[in-house]
């Protein structure tokens, strides 16, 4: 008996989560097929998960990437265990985050915008997992969504790089000559395209 009650239990969590993807692609009228692309998973995944033919996903890669697109947290999945290691997110990620939000935008929104091969790696941006672009080219796009001026988008870039070259063992205070003239270059030449 005790076994058909967490038997039953359980499929009762699988329904809420099923549900609450089913409710959001209803509300926001998002294809599955493009739903699948931007989390990650194949389109026969995403239908046999909100009519409830597979169990929910308890990985935690997919639960974000859910999670992400959808605008909640992943607590909210009873699947969801929160990982050992803890994600960090950078500075540059949470101006990202408040310039969507600035621009009054879901994340959906902000997804839409970009070519769909791209999107999955966005999700995997803004739930913390990859860090933001360090290619100028790439930002540009970015910063062209989000209505970022030339010196809002340098500045996100500059911050960037700073963490890519201390990451790498790249002493900022004891380059700083350096650092500055590369900055200096790099803002003149970018303000001129």
Known sequence: MKNIQISNKKSQEQKKSSKLVYDFLEKTKLHKKEFAQMIGVTLSYVYNLIDENVPFSTRSITLERIATV?????????????????????????????????NKMSTLDFLKMFERRKRLELVDILRGAKPIQIDYQELK????????SKDELFKLWKTRMIEYLEEGGFNIIKNKELIDSMFDCAYKNTNTK
Do not use: G, R
């Open 70 to 102: 959808m605008d909640i947290n992943p607590e909210e999945f009873i699947e969801y265990q929160i990982p050992q290691d803890v994600t960090t997110y950078s500075e540059n990620l949470l101006m990202l985050k408040d310039l969507i939000k600035f």
């Open 141 to 148: 796009q970015i910063a062209k969504v989000l209505n970022m």
